[in-house]
T-cell receptor, first 112, second 119 residues
Framework: LAKTTQPISMDSYEGQEVNITCSHN???????ITWYQQFPSQGPRFIIQ???TKVTNEVASLFIPADRKSSTLSLPRVSLSDTAVYYC?????????????FGIGTKLQVIP | GAGVSQSPSNKVTEKGKDVELRCDPI?????LYWYRQSLGQGLEFLIY????????KSGLPSDRFSAERTGGSVSTLTIQRTQQEDSAVYLC?????????????????FGPGTRLTVL
């Protein structure tokens, strides 16, 4: 399993852009990078997934450099409701199921 | 449509008792996962079911833990002779069958979890 490393916590003021970087030096060729968001007392929720370059959806953007050894989740203009734990995951390889590992994640605290 | 549901939402039990936790996945999802999340920790993989294949039980922490999935749908996680260290939130997730090529991560849809407290 490819291991991921991300900051344990981050603080941000409302309205700012937040960038959370995840390192995954041992990512395999076929692995995708996925981010989940977890609010207190809820299960994680899928945010965004990418393989390379840049992916954008209505919630966030995901930047992946050419070597794919890291990725950055970008949340534009955060609000208090974005306070949550954000998990970076890397796929388990080709085919089969994805026995991925959710680490501790990054706890984002948005400050008014 | 309905999401993943879990019951009960909260369970308080005494040390040594057995508990059963239930998960109803999204209809049509062939993959089902169980995770455990202790306070302030990440998710710990417990077990995985995919269709009629043998489940991956490699994450079960001890032989007190078992799970089954009847008819490829509902799943039950059973913890026998509960211990205080079993206290955690137990999360269930389901997903569609993975595509074989190219490899891609299949989004897991999580239930709200069952908070288990062992006194």
């Amino acid at each position: 399993l490819a291991k991921t490393t991300q900051p344990i916590s981050m603080d941000s003021y409302e309205g700012q852009e937040v960038n959370i970087t995840c390192s995954h030096n041992n990512i395999a060729t076929n692995d995708y990078i996925t981010w989940y968001q977890q609010f207190p007392s809820q299960g994680p929720r899928f945010i965004i997934q990418g393989y390379k370059t840049k992916v954008t959806n209505e919630v966030a953007s995901l930047f992946i450099p050419a070597d794919r050894k890291s990725s950055t989740l970008s949340l534009p203009r955060v609000s208090l409701s974005d306070t949550a734990v954000y998990y970076c995951l890397v796929g388990d390889g080709p085919g089969g199921y994805q026995k991925v590992t959710f680490g501790i994640g990054t706890k984002l605290q948005v400050i008014p | 449509g309905a999401g993943v549901s879990q019951s009960p939402s909260n369970k308080v039990t005494e040390k040594g008792k057995d508990v059963e936790l239930r998960c109803d996945p999204i209809s049509g999802h062939t993959a089902l996962y169980w995770y455990r999340q202790s306070l302030g920790q990440g998710l710990e993989f417990l077990i995985y079911f995919q269709g009629n294949s043998a489940p991956d039980k490699s994450g079960l922490p001890s032989d007190r833990f078992s799970a089954e999935r009847t008819g490829g749908s509902v799943s039950t996680l059973t913890i026998q002779r509960t211990q205080q260290e079993d206290s955690a939130v137990y999360l269930c997730a389901s997903s569609t069958r993975p595509q074989l090529a190219p490899s891609s991560y299949n989004e897991q849809f999580f239930g709200p979890g069952t908070r288990l407290t062992v006194l």
